[in-house]
């Protein structure tokens, strides 16, 4: 199937859907994280693994005395916490100073795992620091009163209407049959939902007529294929004289029980040719219960 007509199937789908409600989210309580904080002292919290598009985080920060909050990369701040010895260098964004008590959010950039942080704004008595490396030094702490940091993690979740009807595509009919003049009927599909999308594919050396319509309608047409005009009409599923094509449409439960029907227009000159004809189905395959509900 090319990508144009299974774009057209995929809308058709999506559609058909659209009346179920939707699915709310919100970010939900994940975890909380305690820690105590001496001056100038870095408290490294979660590390974050956005996707290639990017992502969004949010946490809840409280803190006894004033801090800094920001996002770094994860690669930047492991480098200095394994050589403090070196020069540092992060590259902060969404820095928030003076914080004691807030909300944090940071949309982070794509692919590169990024490391919350969380700094203690003191600065130690007659103790002058100059750089994140100072923080890594003995001469650094001192017996001060610590600063209590506890932070809220936060993921972004389905709060309502989370279970959901899913929906997949199943081949109902793939076949490559020898023509004749009697129709073609396959009594194989029961809508489970109004406006369930199906496609059909024919290919055949002569042009055939291809319709899905009620099974009671196509045993007529079996035992009599002069009533196969009258039975048209009460399809849109349907095309004639084709020979290589594909096509989709809607059916629904008023519809009941469908059946493929397929022959060739002419049928006083059917050659000894063989005809291929596909029939798929966007069909409920979990949670297929709540479709009674809406």
């Not at 409600?21 to 956005?50: C, I, N, T």
Request: charged share 25%.
């Amino acid at each position: 199937m090319s990508k144009l007509r299974w774009l057209g199937v995929l809308v058709v789908a999506v559609a058909s859907i659209s009346a179920a409600q939707e699915k709310a989210f919100e970010w939900v309580k994940a975890s909380d994280e305690a820690a105590q904080l001496d001056p100038m002292d870095y408290h490294a919290g979660r590390v974050y693994h956005p996707a290639s598009t990017g992502g969004n985080m949010h946490v809840d920060i409280h803190a006894r005395m004033p801090v800094t909050v920001a996002i770094a990369p994860n690669d930047e701040w492991m480098a200095i916490t394994q050589h403090p010895e070196q020069p540092p260098r992060l590259d902060f964004i969404c820095t928030r100073e003076h914080v004691v008590s807030t909300t944090f959010e940071c949309h982070l950039p794509d692919g590169r795992p990024m490391v919350l942080l969380v700094r203690d704004e003191r600065v130690p008595d007659r103790v002058s620091v100059q750089s994140v490396v100072a923080v890594f030094s003995h001469g650094a702490r001192r017996f001060i009163s610590p600063n209590d940091l506890n932070i809220t993690y936060y993921r972004w979740d389905c709060v309502q209407n989370c279970i959901q009807p899913e929906f997949g595509w199943s081949v109902l009919v793939k076949e490559k049959y020898e023509l004749s003049t009697a129709p073609k009927v396959y009594s194989i599909l029961s809508p489970d939902r109004d406006g369930q999308p199906v496609w059909i594919r024919i290919k055949a050396p002569v042009p055939m007529t291809v319709a899905l319509v009620p099974s009671t309608l196509a045993d007529k047409i079996y035992d009599d294929p002069s009533t196969l005009s009258s039975a048209l009409e009460s399809t849109s599923c349907k095309q004639r004289g084709v020979q290589s094509l594909s096509f989709s449409c809607n059916v629904s439960l008023a519809d009941g029980r469908e059946s493929l029907v397929v022959l060739p227009e002419d049928r006083g000159k059917v050659p000894h040719k063989k005809a291929e004809i596909e029939l798929q189905s966007n069909e409920c395959t979990a949670n297929c219960e709540l479709l009674k509900k809406q």
